[in-house]
């Protein structure tokens, strides 16, 4: 089909089904090609619309598409959401009786089911069966690091996937994944026999979310500091994440003498008990939960508003993948982090006493860097993950209270061309001592004292060079090479710095001062649903945010399927009061017009009524 043809049938299935006007970055190319029955892969942060890029396919195409998950509820509560949005899905699963799974198998068949969800054993032991009259239009693989051994969620079944292939060599495969980590992402292609697929990688940064980092705070006044957060925050949705399992508890018992509506969430505790508590936060029922890292894998809720990580999380990996969690929906959303040196002194513990200690050590070392940076926080994040960003964010906590600045084209000119004349071979500390003129042993053996950049930085102090390389790290201008022995590699920014393609500012190095002698306040404002109170009626908000809350109960959906934050705000500034006006707003498809304008806008008339001037 043409493509601008097939573009428009897209962008009139993404008004109808989930009342969108735009696609968001990539979701087209992954689309149009997918349709054109070729494989892919797609890597996209969370919130980032993955589950667009096989659904708008499938409601395109005859017959039905296959979804392959791994985690139960997220499959319920995705086709309960497609169903909210009038799309006909089914999951099959060890969940429902087998005559029940039969009976979906056979609406499959008849061709009643646009998409199915299925969990990887459960496809494998089916796959016999399906003769291949069997319409399938495509076949998505969700969470698709789970294939990887590298990754943090390895799952045995989904080695076997690559039957599929084989199986329907004609049926475009595509996986998809917010894993971040590099190592995972190669494998996934490979394990699943789709080699020729081609990779759409979309940017893994997350603007909606600022970072915060809070330093050397602990026990009551890190506890009190907390509280004062949540309670800024009324009737917001977030996740508190603690190192372990007691901590959990201890920080749940806590906040509840506080009068805050806590739980704890914890691997120690039974499945049952564990589902319950995630099915309470899901459902809006509980807004705060204290986790460990265990938490928060199986939902799709879009609208946690925060993260706390009550100590530094061990890797970059985990905190993004952690943060990630919050404003799925777009909206505005927070990550505050307290960190101090007792949390350094644990994690290097457990990074010692694990499998891997240098790489995990490594690993600690970047985070504490984050944690402790002075230049843009999300740069750093972005850069560990091979993004280099050339402005900075202004919604983090260096950029709202930023350092002095310099200019530091020059010195990085100096490092880099030493890293470059000593054709990256060095690490940090050869690097300093070359620019510093040091006469040890190893560098003259080396040679290096005939550079042409030997001595150049001898005016800086060895402290303030070490500081500007990881300055230079953070920013994006070199990396460090884990696996060759820690050597420093110039990036293709860095290069445009060191040819004078580009500038690079700095900031001042100053001598840390001693804990606790910063200022304690709280760099938080208060926020609204995370909107800016002048910008939404607030009172609106709050009895639509109710009436949702009625209807996903009585419904038996999570409120945030109903509608997500970002609608209901919009609802609450366009104040739509007809069904035409309602059915128009973003966010709003046919299904839920039909189903849901008289609730919505009746709410919103009495709220003007109210509101006018007698
Ligand atoms: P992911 O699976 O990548 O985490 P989702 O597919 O769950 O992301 O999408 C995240 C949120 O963004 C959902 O609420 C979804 O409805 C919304 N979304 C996806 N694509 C668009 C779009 N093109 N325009 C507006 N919202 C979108
Ligand atoms: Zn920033």
Not at 207 to 229: D, Y
Not at 415 to 426: K, L
Request: hydrophobic letters at 40%.
């Amino acid at each position: 089909m043409e493509q601008s043809r097939l573009k428009q049938q897209a962008l009139a299935v993404l008004k109808r089904f989930y009342g969108y006007d735009h696609f968001y970055p990539l979701q087209w190319q992954v689309i149009s090609h997918v349709m054109q029955g070729r494989d892919a892969v797609v890597l996209m942060p969370t919130g980032g619309g993955k589950s667009l890029c096989y659904q708008i396919p499938a409601l395109l195409s005859p017959g039905c598409a296959i979804v392959v998950s791994p985690l139960l509820a997220l499959m319920n509560d995705q086709v309960d959401a497609l169903r909210a949005n009038g799309v006909p899905a089914a999951a099959v699963n060890s969940q429902q009786t087998d005559t029940q799974n039969r009976s979906i198998i056979e609406n499959v068949f008849a061709g009643n089911i646009k998409l199915l969800y299925i969990s990887p054993e459960k496809l494998l032991s089916e796959l016999d069966m399906w003769s291949h009259e069997m319409k399938i239009s495509l076949i998505a693989i969700d969470e698709a690091h789970c294939i990887s051994q590298w990754g943090h969620d390895f799952r045995p079944e989904y080695t076997r996937l690559s039957v599929l292939k084989e199986h329907f060599p004609s049926v475009p495969v595509m996986a998809l994944t917010a894993t971040a980590d590099r190592l995972t992402r190669d494998d996934i292609a490979r394990q699943l026999g789709i080699a020729d697929a081609r990779l759409f990688l979309s940017s893994f940064d997350r603007p909606n979310i600022s970072l915060q980092v809070r330093k050397n705070i602990s026990g009551r006044a890190k506890l009190k500091e907390i509280a004062n957060f949540i309670a800024r925050r009324p009737g917001q949705s977030g996740i508190i994440y603690c190192l372990s399992r007691k901590n959990t508890e201890t920080m749940a018992q806590r906040l509840q003498a506080l009068g805050i509506h806590a739980m704890a969430y914890h691997a120690g505790m039974s499945n049952n008990e564990r589902n319950a508590v995630q099915r309470a936060f899901i459902n809006d029922e509980v807004p705060v939960i204290c986790a460990t890292i265990a938490f928060g894998m199986g939902i799709d809720k879009s609208n946690v508003r925060w993260v706390v990580h009550s100590n530094m999380p061990k890797s970059m990996e985990c905190y993004y993948q952690e943060i990630g969690r919050a404003g799925r929906d777009g909206m505005p959303a927070e990550a505050l982090m307290f960190y101090s040196l007792g949390d350094m002194v644990t994690l290097s513990k457990f990074a010692r006493e694990s499998g891997q200690s240098q790489t995990n050590i490594d690993k600690l070392r970047r985070m504490q860097q984050y944690a402790e940076a002075t230049v843009c926080r999300r740069r750093i994040l972005l850069s560990y993950f091979n993004e280099s960003y050339e402005t900075d964010c202004h919604n983090c906590d260096v950029c709202h209270n930023p350092p002095e600045r310099i200019d530091g084209t020059k010195l990085s000119q100096m490092a880099m061309s030493a890293i470059a004349r000593t054709h990256e071979q060095v690490g940090t500390m050869m690097v300093i001592d070359i620019l510093r003129g040091s006469h040890k042993a190893e560098l003259l053996m080396a040679g290096y004292d005939r550079l042409p950049t030997y001595g150049v930085g001898r005016h800086i102090t060895f402290g303030e060079w070490n500081a500007y390389l990881l300055q230079m790290l953070q920013l994006g201008l070199i990396d460090v090479m884990y696996d060759e022995a820690n050597h420093l590699h110039i990036t293709p920014y860095g290069k445009d710095v060191l040819f004078g393609r580009a500038t690079v500012m700095f900031s001042k190095y100053v001598k840390q001062l001693p804990a606790g002698s910063q200022s304690k306040k709280p760099a938080v404002r208060p926020v609204f649903a995370g909107q800016h109170t002048d910008e939404v009626d607030t009172a609106l908000f709050e009895k639509l945010r109710n009436l949702r809350l009625a209807i996903a109960r009585a419904s038996h959906i999570p409120p945030y399927t109903v509608f997500s934050d970002k609608v209901l705000a919009v609802m609450a500034r366009e104040k739509p009061t007809t069904q035409a006006e309602f059915g128009t707003l973003y966010g709003v498809g046919e299904a839920k017009t039909a189903r849901y304008w008289r609730a919505f806008t009746s709410v919103i008339k009495q709220q003007i009524n109210q509101n006018r001037p007698r």
